[in-house]
């Protein structure tokens, strides 16, 4: 990798960053991440992360004592791999609070430090005031809707007159219920009780413990139909939302033709796998060229975990 640029900074911090990663073997990135898992977590915390991670199986596991390091070999051959992906993806970033914690993201996966600092604390999650502007013609889509949090959080920081119909899409029937006596006092709500995809299909509902960590996969008991976006809904949509447990990618490919025509704002989960955070920004500009982008962190110290990209249409 080659540094074209004058930088100064965290870019300087970045670019050091990738070039380490670069030069070492995947094995050695390994070893080096479980020294600083070793030395950075005390044992309380690794034996919760040991847990946490086998309840959300995203990023793969890890049991230290047991030799079990998946976790480790998953985030190394990532960082291995795709060091120039993350590299060009840094610098697609449109601000430096964006940059500060992308930077900080790979620096907890390979030192475990914390992400205290880079934690969000003014705006919600999906709506940062200074980026999402929204109007009364809004047609907003919540996929992965809940209990319905994020539209009341939408309603909160826009204003209940601030939208023209919100489309909520859910794969948990229980939690649909509890959604709609959640919003049953704001009107041009629409229910979708599908899971968002790249095509028409039929899934299998996967239950968590944690009911907003349901996913989708290939084989199961219950059957749930997968839409298009694209094919679902016709009129303009101006503002998605994505948090789908790993599904984003899919169902981004699902409405290449509204973000193609219609621009809409994304606010896109990119953290439920180990190429999210490189993969999504990189499918929005091969879909549609001019978005900025941004990165939000809404997640614990501990571990990344509710990392956000907002993309808007730049005119």
């Not at 030192?111 to 005031?129: I, M, N, R």
């Not at 601030?162 to 899409?169: E, G, P, R």
Request: charged share 25%; aromatic share 16%.
């Amino acid at each position: 990798m080659e540094n074209n640029l004058n930088i100064y900074g965290v870019d300087y911090n970045l670019f050091n960053f990738i070039n380490l990663i670069e030069k070492l073997s995947i094995e050695d990135i390994k070893h080096n991440m479980l020294y600083y898992f070793r030395k950075n977590i005390n044992q309380p915390t690794r034996d919760y992360l040991e847990k946490y991670f086998d309840q959300y199986t995203f990023w793969g596991s890890i049991h230290d004592k047991e030799g079990n390091h998946n976790l480790l070999n998953n985030r190394a051959t990532a960082l291995h791999e795709h060091y120039n992906d993350l590299y060009k993806t840094y610098y697609r970033l449109d601000d430096y609070r964006s940059k500060i914690i992308f930077y900080c993201v790979l620096i907890n996966w390979y030192y475990f430090t914390s992400l205290a600092s880079v934690t969000e604390k003014q705006f919600s999650q999906y709506f940062d005031l200074d980026i999402m502007k929204c109007d009364k013609d809004e047609v907003f889509v919540d996929v992965g809707a809940y209990t319905g949090d994020t539209i009341l959080s939408y309603i909160r920081n826009y204003g209940a007159d601030n939208y023209k119909k919100i489309y909520c899409y859910e794969i948990t029937l229980s939690t649909i219920e509890t959604m709609k006596k959640n919003l049953e006092n704001y009107n041009n709500i629409i229910y979708r009780p599908y899971g968002a995809s790249d095509k028409t299909s039929k899934l299998y509902f996967s239950a968590n413990k944690d009911f907003s960590a349901n996913t989708l996969s290939e084989t199961g008991i219950e059957e749930i139909k997968t839409v298009r976006i694209d094919d679902d809904i016709e009129e303009p949509i101006t503002f998605i939302k994505m948090d789908i447990e790993g599904g984003e990618q899919a169902a981004l490919r699902g409405c290449i033709n509204q973000i193609k025509n219609h621009k809409p704002k994304l606010a896109i989960s990119i953290y439920h796998n180990n190429e999210d955070i490189w993969k999504i920004p990189q499918m929005i500009d091969d879909i549609c060229p001019g978005y900025s982008f941004h990165i939000r962190y809404h997640g614990g110290s501990i571990f990344p975990t509710e990392l956000t990209l907002l993309a808007v249409y730049q005119k």
